[in-house]
């Protein structure tokens, strides 16, 4: 099974400050990688897939980027409503797994 | 628009059965691609893949729980549903279905609904 580690757990940042997540995965996973986003009380939605893709609806100031084994979630400027854990899941190899996941919360 | 919905119990005791229903719409699961999947997700823990079943009829379980779970679809009602057999406490969690895009990632997922094991 492939494991995913994310770093940090916790980021603690102002609003319209620049939010960096990484994502590493224990062996390579091409580009079949995916983040997402989980607000209090909410399902996961869907921000990018196949490692740097913004999914249907996703403004601009998020993006992906990598391949293989490392992977970062870029968020270029915070907006209020972006404060919320941030997943990251492989679909490489069955089971898909997920990662621990990454808190952004407000400084 | 595609929305799904999970029901089910919100409280079940020990060993029991669990028995979860994902309603959906906006897709067809008989439409060749499409794929349902149900995932949890423990309190304040991260999202455990549980199970896949596709258009097909192909199922897929995780490793870990495959000798406890059952997923089936009623294409007719736009239905699929989990069973998990010999709940523990350590089961407790949102519990959600998703549908797999063309693409292969979870996109919409359900609102989850809350089960916990207690006696």
């Known amino acids: 099974e492939i494991v995913l580690t994310q770093s940090p757990a916790t980021l603690s940042l102002s609003p319209g400050e620049r939010a960096t997540l990484s994502c590493r995965a224990s062996?390579?996973?091409?580009?079949?990688l995916a983040w997402y986003q989980q607000k209090p009380g909410q399902a996961p939605r869907l921000l990018i897939y196949?490692?740097?893709n913004r999914a249907t609806g996703i403004p601009a100031r998020f993006s992906g980027s990598g391949s293989g084994t490392d992977f970062t979630l870029t968020i270029s400027s915070l907006e209020p409503e972006d404060f919320a854990v941030y997943y990251c899941?492989?679909?490489?190899?069955?089971?898909?797994?997920f990662g621990p996941g990454t808190k952004v919360d407000i400084k | 628009q595609v929305t799904l919905r999970e029901s089910g119990p919100a409280l079940v005791k020990p060993t029991q059965t669990l028995t979860l229903t994902c309603t959906f719409s906006?897709?067809?699961?008989?439409?060749?691609?499409?794929?349902v999947s149900w995932i949890r997700q423990p309190p304040g823990k991260a999202l455990e893949w549980l199970a896949l079943?596709?258009?097909?009829?192909?199922?897929y379980y995780s490793t870990s729980l495959k000798t406890r779970l059952t997923i089936s679809k009623d294409t007719s009602k736009n239905q699929v549903v989990l069973t998990m057999t010999n709940m523990d406490p350590v089961d407790t969690a949102t519990y959600y279905c998703?549908?797999?895009?063309?693409?292969?990632?979870?996109?919409?997922w359900g609102q989850g609904t809350l089960v916990t094991v207690s006696s």
């Open positions: 998703a549908r797999i895009q063309p693409s292969g990632w979870f996109d919409p």
């Open positions: 906006g897709f067809s699961l008989s439409t060749s691609g499409m794929c």
């Open positions: 079943i596709d258009w097909d009829d192909d199922k």
């Open positions: 062996q390579s996973v091409s580009s079949y």
């Open positions: 196949d490692a740097s």
């Open positions: 899941q492989q679909r490489s190899n069955w089971p898909g797994t």
